[in-house]
């Protein structure tokens, strides 16, 4: 146990289960973190994915002296239906029976949810969107994804993929559009995903189409800073697609607020150029709906992990 802490207060293990690292942390009932570690994520190998997530728990329990809650977010979901694992980006997941798994493995219940619904559920407890009824949580990162928390609690809907953003076509597509959608091909085997557009690589991929150059998000966000006009032009395509796809969502949920995370969450001037494009989008023509960094970043998501419990 931690010097100076009530043994009870630390209950509480996050896992973020991602494509590149497993990242783990522990909080206390008041939200403070007391522990951290990542490692990264053996990729194609389920069962030293397992070994890798008890070593995490292992380590993390060592450190606070406590044997604790774990909650899991990943890049997909528990099918209702099966019990196993589908829509993972991390494919080697898919078909998995994974809380079980790791039942089995640790002699314990394991809560796992949607990464997205994990990052919806931080923001909704304690982050931007806390005291907020309905909050939309969107990741913007290595893959594209959204969640819900209403009430501060996950809605996972019946087919477990309530709020699921990033495998709809992107609405209102123009003809630059249609030309990324034919060319930029999604895993999931249908074209024009949201995904492929606003994801971190489908964004330097957009770039890369455009250009015949490979550079990373930040160097293209960097050379937009510094004038260039390829780079600009591809950050305002971005701009005008997420509008189109969060204005969509506005008119399903109009939620009280969304929230982004992810690696293209932190281009600032998202935050000013995006919420007056989407209006047009939104029937009527008008959107108040505030959209926000979220206030934890990169450990927004398994923040909410921990407090799957």
């Known amino acids: 146990m931690l010097a ?3 043994t009870e207060e630390l209950v509480k293990i996050g896992i973020d289960l991602g494509g590149t690292k497993i990242e783990a942390v522990v909080l206390t009932d008041q939200g403070e973190q007391v522990f951290q570690q990542r490692v990264p994520t053996p990729q194609h190998d389920y ?30 979901t528990l099918s209702p239906v099966t019990g196993m694992v589908k829509n993972a980006n991390s494919v080697w997941l898919n078909g998995q029976p994974l809380d079980q798994d790791l039942k089995a493995l640790m002699g314990r219940e394991v809560r796992i949810a949607n990464d997205a619904n994990c990052l919806a559920v931080s923001e909704a407890v304690d982050g931007a969107g806390a005291g907020k009824g309905m909050v939309y949580g969107v990741i913007i990162g290595t893959g594209c994804g959204g969640g819900l928390a209403l009430n501060g609690k996950v809605h996972v809907g019946g087919n477990g993929v309530a709020g699921e953003w990033g495998h709809n076509p992107l609405p209102w597509q123009n003809d630059v559009d249609r030309h990324h959608a034919e060319h930029i091909e999604c895993y999931c085997g249908k074209p024009g995903c949201i995904e492929t557009f606003l994801s971190g690589t489908g964004f330097w991929k957009a770039f890369s189409l455009t250009t015949g150059q490979s550079l990373k998000g930040a160097e293209i966000v960097e050379l937009a800073k510094q004038g260039d006009a390829e780079a600009e032009a591809c950050l305002v395509r971005y701009e005008q697609r997420l509008a189109k796809a969060l204005g969509t969502m506005v008119n399903m949920l109009d939620p009280d607020v ?13 935050y000013t150029n995006v919420p007056p494009l989407m209006a047009q989008w939104v029937l009527g023509g008008e959107c108040a709906t505030p959209l926000v960094k979220a206030k934890y970043g990169d450990s927004s998501g398994v923040r909410g992990a921990a407090w799957l419990w």
């Open 4 to 6: 100076g802490r009530e």
């Open 47 to 76: 069962q030293a994915t397992l070994l890798a997530i008890k070593g995490l728990v292992d380590d993390a329990e060592k450190a606070v002296g406590e044997t604790c809650t774990v909650g899991m977010g990943i890049p997909g």
């Open 258 to 270: 969304i929230v982004l995370g992810g690696g293209m969450s932190n281009v600032e001037r998202l």
